[in-house]
């Protein structure tokens, strides 16, 4: 390696000082080993998911048609990943190898890392001298090429020699103060704040009142911004961002009753509408909205507060809410011969679940009040779009879990 000549004004950073002393062949030889850290990485096959589930749940938003060929493809998908995550996490841990070379390159990321952190100080930097600086550079540099041979004698060797330059010239400067850990945790913090808020949020199914649409323990992500950027805390939507909540939506929100619950159902009157429903069939602004008989006999999975999975009879329907076809439940016996009418305020919409009448909904105040209640457009958390994970009824394992496994079926399932 030939070192550069010390410069009288040393780079303000250690990464740009190595950038520029690296040779073609290193710098090669860190892109492929930055590849293979990410492609090894516990948290690849997450990402890979995570980075095709946003085009796809775009896909099937605007095109729901496409679900047809997509879903396969992402189901396909999961369960290869699911594969890639299992073969990682075997070869990870069986590999004397792999297992001490990851710590090793884990400590030489961390000391390089630490040298960064303090030659960034500007006190730091009126004190070394360039040539100190120059001879840090470079160890640095020789830490990172053994690092990437995956060398396992060699790399302690360079990560000792780096470690006792930091101990003699920079010692003083090692422990970091409050300010920085506290920078660092509000940072991420942050980040982490944002994307759940604005961006996409988990939501767990721990209820039978939107059988046989969402299945108890279906894990599904909500889009928060499609109807605009919600205030979080003063439950206000400043403006929209792709259009406000429609007919048929199922959506996730805060209970304006109970603001310690959030509810998931499905939209079926928007501002302006009369919702009334007679025999079960809904009708808006006098409209029936069309409803066909499936299965007078459908059995759905049910569990009790106490984890116990039981059958339930129902009435399985069909409806078309605006354009938007989806399934219902009804209970024959209980079926109510005249609802409403429900006028819808401005700034609100009416909701009801599709198990018709296991569902504490807008007919029957949330099930707190007992009386008819509206979602305020601030309320609403966003608009669920996809199943990504299910740990219900009957899946894999489920033998050793209560009657409770995972469910490959409803793998990247659309919320219809």
Not at 151 to 174: C, I, M, N, W, Y
Not at 248 to 264: H, K, L, M, R
Not at 275 to 301: A, C, K, L, M
Request: proline share 7%; hydrophobic share 40%; aromatic share 8%.
């Amino acid at each position: 390696m030939n070192a550069a000549s010390p410069s009288a004004n040393p780079p303000a950073k250690l990464a740009t000082a190595m950038a520029a002393r690296r040779t073609p062949e290193q710098v090669r030889a860190r892109r492929k080993l930055l590849w293979r850290e990410m492609l090894t990485s516990l948290w690849a096959p997450l990402c890979i998911v995570a980075l095709v589930l946003f085009p796809y749940t775009t896909l099937i938003e605007f095109v729901p048609t496409a679900a047809a060929w997509a879903q396969p493809a992402m189901k396909g998908l999961g369960l290869l990943m699911v594969a890639y995550f299992v073969a990682l996490l075997v070869w990870r841990n069986v590999s004397p190898r792999e297992k001490q070379l990851r710590r090793l390159r884990h400590e030489a990321h961390e000391l390089i890392a630490e040298n960064e952190r303090i030659l960034q100080k500007p006190q730091v930097r009126e004190k070394l001298s360039p040539a100190l600086t120059e001879e840090i550079t470079e160890q640095a540099l020789k830490v990172e090429s053994a690092s990437a041979e995956g060398d396992p004698e060699k790399l302690p060797r360079e990560v000792r020699a780096l470690e006792a330059l930091t101990s003699q010239h920079l010692g003083a400067f090692r422990k970091e103060s409050p300010m920085d850990f506290v920078g660092g945790f509000v940072k991420m913090l942050l980040v982490a704040l944002v994307f759940r808020t604005f961006i996409v949020e988990p939501y767990r199914i721990p209820s039978g009142s939107m059988l046989p649409t969402l299945q108890i323990g279906d894990q599904v992500f909500i889009n928060k911004f499609i109807y605009g950027v919600r205030v979080p805390f003063a439950n206000v939507v400043p403006f929209v961002i792709v259009r406000p909540p429609g007919r048929g939506d199922v959506i996730v929100f805060n209970n304006p009753v109970n603001e310690a619950t959030d509810y998931i159902k499905r939209v079926v009157g928007v501002p302006g509408d009369t919702v009334e429903i007679f025999d079960g069939v809904v009708h808006i602004n006098g409209q029936p909205q069309t409803r066909e008989s499936v299965d007078s006999e459908y059995i759905v999975h049910n569990i009790t507060d106490a984890g116990q999975w039981y059958d339930q009879q129902e009435s399985l329907y069909r409806e078309n809410l605006s354009g938007v076809p989806h399934s219902v439940l009804q209970t024959p016996t209980r079926m109510r011969r005249h609802e409403g009418p429900y006028v819808v305020p401005e700034g609100h919409v009416f909701v009801m679940g599709d198990n018709r009448d296991n569902s504490s909904d807008s007919r029957y105040g949330l099930g707190i009040t007992g009386k008819t209640e509206f979602v305020p457009y601030g309320h609403i958390k966003g608009k669920a779009m996809v199943v990504w994970l299910s740990l219900g009824y009957h899946g894999l394992l489920h033998g050793l879990f209560g009657g409770t496994g995972l469910r490959l079926d409803r793998f990247f399932e659309p919320v219809r």
